[in-house]
């Protein structure tokens, strides 16, 4: 028997089946830090517009999490298929340096700031912890395959960073945005500082739930707040309702609802309470007291400025009206603490009531309270609950569990707290009503971010920037040291603070000689301590780098971050923004969800929950990682599991496999030498090409909305079924069996080289290391690497007039679907073997046998089988099965001929040619004489 093998066309490739992404990634790594290829990009870009994605910088601390991983992917897909799109689009990474869990870690290495270690060693320990977290990530997100200006990164520790911080504070200062206040905010008692609202989260907390009796001091003016009230017998108080005891030593008023009916409740003969009207048989309830009526009724805003006996201090103190006050709890009378809450706060400011904060920042009481001197809040709600008692004060006590702010990082309940504090005024000069004006010229992906971040803003108070912390850039004011006032040349002095921060960071600010910037005015002013909010800092990286870097652009085109961002990064660059330019800092805002688990858990290491990416990457590669990335819907939570991740490792497979048979049917084909015009190409090949123009289209315009999970589902489509379950089953024996250089095998190979271009470049922003593996295989000259081009133009249309238009070929794929069907039901019943054991006999009407004659002899190519025969149904008796294509049967017949040895089909001419008697005469004429002529298939 002679060896036919070498007759064949047989794939042959140098890329590899097995991936063994662990070892193969960081060979491409190092490749692409040999090539520069960044900076080749860069040069590339130059006559190219731009697109600007801004990244947000995380927080240098600690390696990087599932959830930093996938921002990162998705901000690299969104660059590289904007690179591919024609954009010069640079991505300059960045990092948040400063702030307190970099303080806190320190601390536990070196002991605090002034009592183990100078203020100024500590800052410098500081910033190399910082350094050493940076560079911790820098390589975690490299090996992630996220290609960017690494080596010069943006770092908010950086010298002309802090001055350029200290520049955006100065010019908000001069649009007449800062101001100075003894205002309520978060204090988180852990870190003894004022908290920004990005930097709290709510959390149920178990409170001591009391009504207190505010007893009125002048019964008589009280009552004639009322037009008709019946007598009624006992004392007369205001009962007010509040789960933080610890905030009665700092009461100044009682507020009530001005609009709202409140009635006059005679309690079992024994007292008289003021309680709302809507509440009163809730409250009765709540107080045990079944005997009770309604003396009389008025209106909350007939009681303004009458006086109530403050509980247990001897002081009496206003009943004010506010709208503020609601009836979902309580009494309909809230107690008012002007220093603990932002509601009292502003009722405080609008009647003159005291500013009385009690309480120190470490969260205890001063020395001057009177009963609770150095006592802490978290301690003593159980000793003003033994006061109240002892002054009948107390009407009821229980407990409560309710929604309440704590630290985000410590996970500790705060406290409201007023201290003197810098703040943004979101009302003054209108920053509020033109940020909200702002956020509408924005497009916001998924859309509801706009109501949730529009929503925050609305509701949110002035934003305290200030710190009492040492680690983070310094509010560079010169303050009077009588009247507090800001210098009045305040804006150029921070202009010079700027210069020598460039120089010296931010401790040239704290190491500062007055006098070298005041001369004599020193003697009257002192320099400010305080340090900005964090979220300040990096909210101004539209100034600091988009408006400074060279390459980028403001505003950015795209910001990408999480969804817990609109209170974050997106806030917080929009004020400041708005603040300083009046316009938004970017033009696009798109988040994704946090990353949990299949059960909707967050990761967490208590719960053994936790997935880390670099257990991912060395198990199966970064690729696999970033390919289920792309799969997932980030717009809403995103679910990871070890299921997950193997699915997505089985299609990363199934694409890799396609690659390598795309690649290695391509063996012996020279682009300049074997490419085929399209027009000279075989009907099926141009079919395929134009296939793949149509997917390209739809994947460009998802690349250009972010909608990464439909370029992974039409991509795997495409490999799947487009190719493996059609064309490129079809091919093969075309491919294999004919001539090296016949235009049936050249236009097929012209087919596969156009689809391998177009497809690693889909592949690119999404398996980055993949496709530059892939086009080092690609035949033909071409840039050292896959992300120095743009997408493949090569992709020919066929026209919709074609004999055998796209159509055509899709009407022969359902008619060979039912041909494989029963196929597969002839082999289910042991009738047949491989499909080329079959021969097909296909019944249908006038129409589909038009169609189905334009293939000619080759039908049977497109069907695999080993014969094809096509009749009309109604000429013809029949036992075929019905189909799901209109007007067609189909029977399957064993085909009983002898079998080639070269090609496999079941032939009646096998051993025509006695030189051969193991061929058909086709494979005989593909190798002695001219070949065999394909048209179609």
Known sequence: MADYKSTLNLPTTDFPMKANLTQREPEILKKWENLDLYHQLRELGKKRPHFILHDGPPYANAHIHMGTAVNKILKDTVVKSKTLSGFNAPYVPGWDCHGLPIELNVEKKVGKPGQKISVDEFRQACREYARSQVDIQRSEFKRLGVIGDWENPYLTMNHTYEANVVRSLAKIIQNGHLEKGAKPVHWCL?????????????????????????????????????????????????????????????????????????????????????????????????????????????????????????????????????????????????????AHGVDDYIIGKQNNLPMDNPVGDEGCYVAATPLFAGQHVTKVNDLI??????????????????????????KTALIFRATPQWFISLDENYLRDKSLEAIKT????????????????????????????TWGVPITLFLHKETGEMHPDSVALMEEAAKRIEQGGVEAWFNLDSKELLGSDADDYRKCHDILDVWFESGVSHECV??????????????????????????????????????????????????????????????????APDTIIQSLGADVMRLWVSSIDYSGDIFIS??????????????????????????????????????????????????????QQEIIQAYDAYQFHLIYQKIHQFCSVD??????????????????????????????????????????????????????????????????????????????????????????????????????????????????????????????????DKLENELRFVLITSRAEVHLANSHMHDGVATEVPGLSVRIERVIDEKCERCWHRRADIGKDSTHPTLCVRCVENIEGVGEVRRYA
């Open 190 to 338: 852990d870190c003894s500082s004022a908290l920004a609202e990005a930097e709290v989260e709510y959390i149920d907390k178990t409170s001591s739930a009391i009504d207190v009796r505010f007893k009125v001091v002048d019964e008589t003016a009280f009552l004639n707040c009322f037009e008709h009230v019946e007598n009624g017998k006992g004392s007369i108080s205001i009962p007010i309702w509040t789960t933080t005891p610890w905030t009665l030593p700092a009461n100044q008023a009682v507020a009530l609802n001005p609009d709202h009916d409140y009635a006059l409740v005679d309690c079992d003969g024994k007292e008289r309470l003021l309680i709302a009207e809507s509440l009163v048989d809730t409250v009765m309830q709540r107080y045990g007291i079944t005997n009770y009526r309604v003396l009389g009724q008025a209106q909350g805003q007939a009681f303004n400025k009458i006086q109530v006996q403050h509980p247990f201090y001897d002081r009496a103190v206003p009943v004010v009206l506010g709208e503020h006050v609601t009836f979902d709890a309580g009494t309909g009378a809230v107690h008012t603490a002007p």
């Open 385 to 410: 609950i033994e006061e109240l008692k002892s002054h009948q004060a107390l009407l009821h006590l229980a407990k409560m569990t309710h929604s309440y702010p704590h630290c985000w990082r410590h």
């Open 442 to 469: 924005v497009k916001w992906i998924p859309e509801w971010g706009e109501n949730r971040i529009s929503a925050m803003i609305a509701n949110r108070p002035d934003w305290c920037i200030s710190r009492q912390r």
């Open 546 to 611: 988009l408006q400074m870097h060279p390459e980028l652009r403001f505003p950015a085109d795209l910001y990408l971050e999480g969804s817990d961002q609109h209170r974050g990064w997106f806030h917080s660059a929009l004020l400041t923004s708005v603040a300083m330019n009046d316009v938004a800092p970017y033009k696009a805002v798109l988040t994704h969800g946090y990353v949990i688990d299949v059960e909707g858990r967050k990761m967490s290491k208590s719960l053994g929950n936790v997935i």
């Open 642 to 695: 070890d299921e997950s991740l193997t699915r997505a490792s089985e299609t990363y497979r199934r694409l890799r496999n396609t690659s390598r048979f795309l690649l290695a049917n391509l063996a012996g084909f020279d682009p300049e030498q074997h490419l085929v015009p399209a027009d000279d190409m075989l009907a099926l090949d141009r079919w395929a090409v134009n296939k793949a123009r149509l997917v």
């Open 723 to 852: 190719l493996g379950s059609f064309y490129l089953d079809i091919i093969k024996d075309r491919q294999y069996t004919t001539q090296e250089n016949s235009l049936a095998r050249r236009s097929t190979q012209t087919a596969l080289f156009h689809i391998i271009e177009a497809l690693v470049r889909w592949l690119a922003p999404i398996l980055s290391f993949t496709a530059e593996e892939i086009w080092q295989h690609i035949p033909g000259k071409r840039h050292e690497s896959v992300f120095l081009n743009t997408w493949y133009t090569g992709l020919v249309a066929l026209a919709d007039d074609a004999v055998m238009n796209a159509a055509y070929w899709e009407k022969l794929r359902l008619v060979r679907d039912a041909v494989n069907k029963e196929l597969e039901n002839q082999r289910a019943a042991g009738q047949l073997g491989a499909p080329l054991e079959g021969a097909a006999f296909l019944y249908c009407d006038a129409e589909l046998k038009a169609q189905l």
